[in-house]
């Protein structure tokens, strides 16, 4: 069995409030009882992509425990100063494949050329374990219209490469700010929660009333998403609220 713990967009500014929303988070799974596998953080760990959030990031995404994977989102690719992307972590029994979805200056994602065939030799030299896919943008609508706009394009070409390594067994993807779970090449593909913020549907709101501004809640707690992995590759996502 493999456990990962999976959050999501911290958004870190150097401001108290999201630092304490990511402290709470990983003060959570730091303090488990029991041990997961590793910690996923899908992109969006800065605001502004500043060397000075950049540093808050590293501070507070960090584990004495538990290996930390983190892949870069568009907030973090807003200035020259990338998250560390396109990275294979050997985890021994599975692995975890970090992808750089961001297109610097743009709110949308796609993988490029290089990152694609990055993509497919990496999975080449992974076969035969199972391996999970993480990048920022979901490839899919989830029926957020503002996030299906900025989601991930040109997603078939994705699909095309995990149609050849059926040893993928989850795409993880974050940037929605809302827990989703659905399909994508015919492998789950698990949203994790926003740990700064959450984004209301569209039937949460008053007809009409679907903007950027109505659309976000600060009011939600933070939470994260834990993937249970069985030996028999059967997949089971639950979904945590962490509170004080
Ligand atoms: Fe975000
Ligand atoms: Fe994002």
Request: aromatic fraction near 0%; avoid cysteine; charged fraction near 30%.
């Given at each position: 069995m493999i456990v990962l713990a999976h959050l999501s967009?911290?958004?870190?500014?150097?401001?108290?409030r999201a630092a304490a929303r990511t402290a709470q988070v990983m003060h959570y799974l730091n303090g488990l009882p029991g041990d997961v596998d590793a910690i996923v953080v899908t992109g969006?760990?800065?605001?502004?992509?500043l060397p000075a959030e950049r540093e808050q990031a590293t501070a507070l995404l960090a584990s004495p425990r538990f290996p930390v994977i983190t892949c870069p989102g568009n907030h973090d690719g807003y200035t020259p100063y990338g998250w560390p992307a396109n990275q294979v972590h050997d985890l021994g029994r599975f692995a975890v494949v970090a992808c750089d979805s961001v297109i610097l200056g743009r709110a949308d994602g796609h993988l490029g050329d290089a990152t694609l065939d990055w993509l497919r030799s990496s999975l080449d030299g992974l076969r035969g374990r199972p391996v999970f896919v993480a990048f920022h943008h979901p490839p899919v609508k989830l029926h957020h219209p503002m996030i299906d706009e900025i989601r991930l394009s040109a997603a078939e070409r994705v699909a095309a490469v995990l149609a050849d390594h059926p040893d993928v067994v989850a795409v993880l993807c974050g940037h929605a700010h809302t827990p989703a779970a659905t399909t994508f090449a015919g492998r789950p593909l698990l949203v994790a929660p926003g740990v700064k913020s959450t984004l209301l549907l569209p039937w949460e709101l008053?007809?009409?009333?679907?903007n950027w501004r109505s659309t976000l809640d600060l009011g939600q707690p933070p939470a994260v998403a834990f993937h249970i992995l069985d030996d028999d590759g059967r997949l089971t996502t639950h979904f945590r609220l962490v509170t004080d």
């Open positions: 967009d911290p958004h870190l500014d150097g401001g108290k969006d760990l800065t605001d502004n992509g008053p007809a009409g009333e679907m």
